[in-house]
């Protein structure tokens, strides 16, 4: 069963053929990177217009790659939520004509619920499978959750997610991108944190824990974001923030070098410190879960997945740990054609009159 899946639920475009949920045929992305890098982050009409120009290329280039024709396809997939209203109506509305032409069945897929089965396809590539249930970290520029994840008892294949922590605030790779910025470093923020944090030493700079009543599995990032504003505003770092941006003014530098130059070790000493502490919460929260409910392995999914300091903490876990490699941790159409065929086997297909959900929860 050949699924063409569709992702636009943000800054990029994307298209992907996915055969029987486990069979990746094809997986083309299109960035907004260099758009929105002017603006320091992603401007939601630009991305709408900017998706309006790219999405029939890009199918058509996922097309080619699988070696299919349109008429060759069973199922279209596409974002219904959550993400920015303008993108998701790009996608979502293509997606709509393009199953009307053909005759063939429309599923709407969650984004977030794309990040964990983009990790269920990769582990049946391999020829595996992953034990249920199971904890998902989903972590990404728009989302810090945490869910149980179990097989489904009605609906064979399909699985059941409840919610067991969020972010209160800002999500993970937000955080990232916003202290980025505030360093002076140029969109995104969240790949040069990870590059740089090596270079420095945690221990020097002391950041602080997020304290919050409720649900101790929550997560949030504003206090941790205020304390390197304050660290910043202490340590007279204007002049030197300054010099960093202009050598970002025209994009990020291809090599570290001059990055490195740019940035003195008191400065490597707080982005390893930051990153560190994003992790310790991030790997706290899990823990406390797998503590709670009876699971066999840990999912961790989202573009902060693609982060190397927090692949190298989470090995040490006791459970299994599943990432997906670094092509499938941002977003991507495949994994949104790989978590709709469990729906197109049980036939649970979108009418005509789906809208788009910006704020679509996961459930």
């Known amino acids: 069963m050949h699924i063409l899946g569709i992702e636009t ?144 008892a009605e609906e064979e294949g399909l699985c059941r997610y409840r919610l067991l922590g969020k972010t ?3 999500a993970a790779g937000e955080a990232f991108d916003k202290v980025a910025k505030l360093l002076g470093f140029g969109y995104p923020g969240g790949p040069l944190i990870d590059k740089l944090a090596p270079y420095g030493d945690p221990s020097k700079v002391t950041l602080p824990f997020s304290r919050m009543k409720g649900n101790p599995l929550d997560l949030s990032f504003s206090g941790l974001k205020t304390a390197v504003l304050r660290y910043v505003r202490a340590s007279d770092m204007e002049e030197e923030i300054s010099h960093r941006k202009r050598l970002f003014v025209e994009g990020c530098p291809a090599a570290l070098e001059p990055i490195l130059d740019v940035t003195p070790q008191g400065t490597r000493d707080l982005i390893a410190a930051f990153q560190a502490m994003v992790i310790e919460e991030l790997m706290r929260r899990a823990r406390k879960a797998a503590e709670g409910v009876d699971v066999r392995s840990l999912i961790v999914a989202g573009g902060v997945a693609a982060n190397s300091g927090l692949r190298k903490a989470f090995a040490a876990n006791p459970l299994p740990v599943y990432f997906p490699t670094l092509g499938l941790s941002t977003d991507n159409a495949a994994m949104i054609a790989a978590a709709a065929f469990p729906r197109l086997q049980q036939r649970l297909f979108a009418p005509d009159t789906i809208a788009a959900k910006p704020s679509l929860v996961l459930a």
């Open 168 to 170: 209160r605030d800002d």
């Open 9 to 152: 639920s943000c800054d990029e475009t994307a298209a992907a053929v996915v055969d029987d949920g486990n069979r990746l045929r094809s997986n083309v992305v299109a960035s907004q990177l260099a758009t929105h890098y002017r603006y320091g982050g992603v401007v939601p009409e630009i991305a709408s217009r900017e998706h309006l120009r790219a999405i029939v290329p890009v199918i058509r280039q996922a097309l080619v790659e699988a070696g299919l024709t349109y008429r060759e396809l069973d199922a279209v997939a596409v974002t219904q939520g959550p993400g920015l209203v303008g993108s998701l109506l790009v996608g979502l509305t293509f997606a709509k004509g393009l199953t009307f032409s053909l005759g063939i069945p429309l599923i709407a897929v969650n984004h977030i619920e794309g990040h964990i089965h983009a990790v269920f396809l990769e582990e049946k590539q391999r020829g595996g499978d992953i034990e249920l249930p199971a904890l998902a970290l989903v972590v990404s520029g728009g989302h810090s959750h945490l869910f149980l994840v179990e097989r489904s």
